[in-house]
C-alpha cells in the first residue's frame, strides 16, 4: 500500500490505480462482525411470555432477527441504508443500517418496521424481497402462499396483491427497464410477467417442462429475460419476440453464437441443452452484464458469456453445495471494486466461498460459529432445522457483506485488515493500563478507609 502512496505522490499512477488497490485490499480483508447484530426480540416477547417453558425462555435469550429463521435480504441501491429481511414465519422487517444502539462492547440493530402474518399479508415464509428499481420507497415480496404483494416502505400497507395459483420462487424487476414488468418464477412451468402499471398479469412465457426456479433480467438489456428451471435448462428470453426464447445455455458448448458448426447445423439438439446435470436453482448476472452465473443440484457453479452463450469452463471444485429447492443466488459485487478479477460470493451451506469468477480460484472461506443443527421457534413450537446461509446481500456504496442465516440470525461482514487488528490492539492495551490503574487507586482506597474505621473503633479513655 506504501507503493501506491508513493507512485500516486510521484505522480506515476493515477487516483483510480489507488482506490482499485485498496478496493481490492478491503474485499480481501472481510470477516464476521460478531458484535453487530440484528434483534427483534422485544417484537416477540409479549407472544412468548403467555406459554414459554424454561427451554423456550432460554431460547427467547437469544438474539434473532427472525425466530423460524431468515430466509431472504434485500439492500436499497441508493443509499445503502435500508434493509429488508423475509422470515420462514412469514414476518418482514425493515432495519435502519445507520442507526443502532452501541455499546461498549455490541453494535444493535432493531427493526424500525415490521409486517406480521395477518389477512392482508403473506400467509407462509418469505422466497424473495426487492426494492422498487427506481426509488426505495416501495418493495416487493413473494412468498409460498402463492402471492405477489407490492408494500409502501413508509406506511408498510400492502399497495396491491396477485394471485399468481402457484408457489412463487422467485420475482424480478429490470433494472433499467420503464416497462414495468415483475417476472415471477413459479412451480407452473410457465414464466408469469405481472405489469404493474395495470394491475393484471400481462401474459406467461411457456418453455420449461418442469417448476421455474430463478429468474434475472439483463442490467444491459431491459427485454432481455434470463430462466433457470428444475430440468436443469437456462433460458435466454426477448419479451418482445412472438417466439420468445432465443436459446439455451448448453453445458457441453465452450464456442458459443449457439453452438453451430461449420456446416451451420446445430449439433447439438435443442431439447438435449443443459445447463446443469439436475435442477438449476441459481441465475445472476454481472452488473456489466457481460457474464451469467448459474448454480445447480450437480453442486456446480457455471459462468457464462452473455455475448455468445458459451461456458466459461470455470470450475469451482469440489466444495460446492447446492441440495434445497429454494433459490440459491451467489453474490456478484460491484465489477468496480476489483476490475478485472471479478469476484463471487457462493453461500455453502454454512460458509460463504469467495471465488474467482473466471478463474474459479477460491479466495477465502468465511465461516461463523455455530451448530450444525439450530434451533427455530416457529407458530407450531420449537422445532431443529439444518442451519445453513439462505440468502446474500451486498450494500451499495460500502464493502460490507450481509448474511440469511436459517437460525434466524443475521450476519454482517466486515473489512478488518491488519493495521485495524493492530490499532485494536493498542487501544485494549490502552484499556487494559488505565483498568488497572483505577484498580491500584481503588484498593489503596479501601485499605484506607479500613484503617479509618478501625481507628475509629477503638475506645479512647483519658486519665
Known amino acids: 500500500m506504501n507503493s501506491y502512496l508513493l507512485n500516486r505522490s510521484l505522480g506515476a499512477s493515477g487516483p483510480q490505480a489507488f482506490q482499485q488497490a485498496e478496493s481490492v485490499r478491503l474485499l480481501h480483508a472481510l470477516q464476521l462482525a460478531p458484535n453487530v447484530q440484528y434483534d427483534s ?7 412468548v411470555k403467555s406459554h414459554a417453558s424454561e427451554a423456550e425462555e432460554e431460547a427467547e435469550s437469544r438474539v434473532w432477527a427472525h425466530p423460524a429463521g431468515v430466509n431472504c435480504l434485500e439492500i436499497d441501491r441508493f443509499e445503502g441504508r435500508y434493509l429488508i429481511s423475509g422470515g420462514a414465519d412469514a414476518s418482514i422487517h425493515l432495519w435502519d443500517l445507520e442507526a443502532a444502539e452501541n455499546t461498549t462492547r455490541s453494535c444493535i440493530h432493531r427493526p424500525f418496521g415490521t409486517v406480521r402474518k395477518s ?10 424481497l426487492s426494492f422498487y428499481p427506481f426509488d426505495s420507497f416501495a418493495f416487493l415480496s413473494s412468498s409460498y402462499d402463492h402471492f405477489l404483494k407490492i408494500y409502501s416502505t413508509e406506511t408498510l400497507e400492502v399497495s396491491a396483491s396477485f394471485d399468481l395459483n402457484s408457489v412463487v420462487y422467485s420475482h424480478a424487476l429490470s433494472p433499467v427497464a420503464d416497462h414495468l414488468l415483475v417476472a415471477c418464477a413459479t412451480q407452473h412451468p410457465a414464466v408469469r410477467l405481472v405489469d404493474l402499471r395495470s394491475g393484471a398479469s400481462a401474459h406467461s412465457i411457456a418453455g420449461h417442462s418442469g417448476a421455474v426456479l430463478s429468474l434475472a433480467w439483463s442490467p444491459q438489456d431491459a427485454n432481455i429475460l434470463a430462466t433457470a428451471g428444475s430440468d436443469g435448462t437456462v433460458r ?3 419479451i418482445r419476440r412472438s417466439a420468445g426464447c432465443l436459446g439455451l445455455l448448453d453445458l457441453e458448448d465452450s464456442i458459443g453464437s449457439t453452438g453451430d458448426t461449420s456446416t451451420g447445423r446445430s449439433w447439438r439438439p435443442m431439447d438435449r441443452r443443459k445447463a446443469h446435470v439436475g435442477a438449476c436453482n441459481g441465475v445472476a448476472w454481472t452488473d456489466d ?8 443440484h450437480d453442486e456446480r457453479i457455471r459462468v457464462w458469456s452473455a455475448a455468445t452463450g458459451a461456458n466459461a469452463l470455470s470450475h469451482f471444485g469440489p466444495t460446492i453445495k447446492n441440495a434445497n429447492l429454494s433459490t440459491l443466488l451467489p453474490l456478484l459485487p460491484p465489477s468496480h471494486l476489483a476490475p478485472g478479477k471479478q469476484v463471487m460470493f457462493y453461500p455453502n451451506e454454512k460458509e460463504i466461498l469467495m471465488f474467482d469468477l473466471l478463474e474459479g480460484t477460491l479466495h477465502k472461506r468465511l465461516k461463523a460459529a455455530g451448530v450444525a443443527v439450530a434451533q427455530a421457534r416457529g407458530s407450531m413450537g420449537q422445532r431443529n432445522i439444518r442451519n445453513r446461509v439462505a440468502s446474500l446481500a451486498w450494500r451499495s456504496g460500502h464493502i460490507e457483506l450481509y448474511s440469511a442465516h436459517s437460525d434466524g440470525v443475521i450476519r ?7 493495521d485495524d487488528a493492530e490499532y485494536e490492539a ?3 492495551e490502552e484499556a487494559a493500563g ?7 487507586r481503588k484498593r489503596k482506597r479501601e485499605a484506607l478507609d479500613e484503617v479509618y474505621r478501625d481507628l475509629t ?3 479512647i479513655t483519658f486519665s
Open 41 to 47: 426480540s422485544n417484537e416477540n416477547k409479549e407472544d
Open 119 to 128: 389477512s392482508s399479508s403473506h400467509k407462509f415464509g418469505i422466497t424473495r
Open 236 to 238: 435466454l428470453w426477448d
Open 289 to 296: 452484464g457481460d457474464y451469467l452465473t448459474t448454480t445447480g
Open 412 to 418: 454482517t461482514w466486515m473489512p478488518r485488515t491488519k
Open 426 to 428: 493498542e487501544e485494549l
Open 434 to 440: 488505565v483498568m488497572d490503574e483505577d484498580e491500584s
Open 457 to 459: 473503633r477503638q475506645k
